[in-house]
């Protein structure tokens, strides 16, 4: 068999001829081992017809399988010489023949060194989309951070405007009187919930020695 893929033939053909080839052998062979069947089948018979033969149908299957092997022989060297008729003749495309599927080629041919520095660009292209998608990903995450950023100090901004409201309703204009103003607000509060706890404590106490 041919080792020649023969590739713009199967592409015109939808088969390659190789495969086309092989099945043709297979047939014949197949059709050869039926026909020497027929042949051992019909000698046996004949020899039913002689009461005094001496030959034995295993001698019959032995002289089939050695005719069989000289056929095959015979056969195997004609259909080389008939597979390199086909495939030069018959299943092979000239190569001067271009398909209709591409006329394009025809229309905007293409050298080797050119098809080769198309395939770097697109290498290159191809990179460089990388490049930018992952550039592009860290600036969403970049942007997802400042959001959030924006997010805690726009509450930050919104407790000092709570503040300043307050230190205003409590007349304490500047920073460091609203400061001062919340340290002593803060003492007041730390020493009601002490005060508070304490007296928690009694309670407790006192139901427990109820």
Not at 3 to 17: I, R
Not at 145 to 155: D, G, M, N, S, Y
């Given at each position: 068999?041919?080792?020649?893929?023969?590739?713009?033939?199967?592409?015109?053909?939808?088969?390659?001829?190789?495969?086309?080839?092989?099945?043709?052998?297979?047939?014949?062979?197949?059709?050869?081992?039926?026909?020497?069947?027929v042949?051992?089948?019909?000698?046996?018979?004949?020899?039913?017809?002689?009461?005094?033969?001496?030959?034995?149908?295993?001698?019959?299957r032995?002289?089939?399988?050695?005719?069989?092997?000289?056929?095959?022989?015979?056969?195997?060297?004609?259909?080389?010489?008939?597979?390199?008729?086909?495939?030069?003749?018959?299943?092979?495309?000239?190569?001067?023949?271009?398909?209709?599927?591409?006329?394009?080629?025809?229309?905007?041919?293409?050298?080797?060194e050119?098809?080769?520095?198309?395939?770097?660009?697109?290498?290159?292209?191809?990179?460089?989309?990388?490049?930018?998608?992952?550039?592009?990903?860290?600036?969403?995450?970049?942007?997802?951070?400042?959001?959030?950023?924006?997010?805690?100090?726009?509450?930050?901004?919104?407790w000092?405007?709570?503040?300043?409201?307050?230190?205003?309703?409590?007349?304490?204009?500047?920073?460091?009187?609203?400061?001062?103003?919340?340290?002593?607000?803060?003492?007041?509060?730390?020493?009601?919930?002490?005060?508070?706890?304490?007296?928690?404590?009694?309670?407790?106490?006192h139901?427990?020695?109820?």
């Open positions: 068999m041919s080792v020649n893929p023969m590739a713009y033939e199967a592409q015109f053909f939808g088969f390659t001829p190789q495969t086309c080839m092989l099945r043709i052998y297979i047939a014949f062979q197949d059709y050869l081992f039926e026909m020497m069947l042949v051992e089948s019909v000698i046996l018979k004949k020899l039913d017809g002689f009461p005094g033969c001496k030959i034995s149908p295993f001698q019959i032995k002289s089939t399988e050695k005719f069989l092997l000289f056929m095959k022989e015979h056969f195997d060297k004609l259909f080389s010489k008939m597979e390199e008729v086909l495939l030069q003749l018959v299943l092979n495309i000239p190569k001067n023949v271009l398909l209709p599927e591409d006329k394009v080629h025809e229309q905007y041919p293409y050298s080797e050119q098809f080769q520095a198309l395939q770097d660009e697109i290498h290159q292209l191809q990179e460089q989309y990388r490049a930018e998608a992952s550039a592009g990903q860290a600036l969403r995450a970049e942007l997802e951070e400042q959001k959030a950023v924006r997010a805690e100090l726009e509450k930050i901004l919104q000092f405007d709570g503040l300043e409201n307050i230190c205003r309703e409590h007349g304490t204009g500047n920073f460091k009187e609203s400061f001062a103003f919340l340290t002593r607000n803060s003492k007041k509060l730390q020493d009601v919930l002490k005060d508070v706890e304490e007296k928690s404590k009694k309670i407790k106490k139901d427990q020695l109820l």
